[in-house]
């Protein structure tokens, strides 16, 4: 039986959404292990003289946590 972990990470991006998804599951994937799934929670835009500076993102991962070895 496998049990999972949820939490939560933000991440940003001054392409787009989609780049800034890209970029936090890429890090997530640097200390998490057995990532099984993510959703973006909410998304925002800063912005700098009223243009788009930063697109930023929250979203919830999903991973598997190792079994205990006792």
Do not use: N, P
């Not at 697109?55 to 070895?69: A, G, H, I, Q, S």
Request: aromatic content about 6%; cysteine-free.
């Amino acid at each position: 039986m496998s049990v999972a972990r949820i939490t939560e990470i933000s991440s940003g991006s001054h392409k787009s959404f989609d780049d800034a998804i890209r970029t936090g599951i890429k890090r997530a994937k640097d200390t998490l292990h057995h990532i099984q799934g993510a959703w973006v929670e909410d998304q925002e835009l800063i912005l700098k003289e009223g243009d788009i500076d930063e697109y930023r993102v929250k979203m919830k991962v999903t991973f598997v946590l190792e079994e205990d070895k006792h």
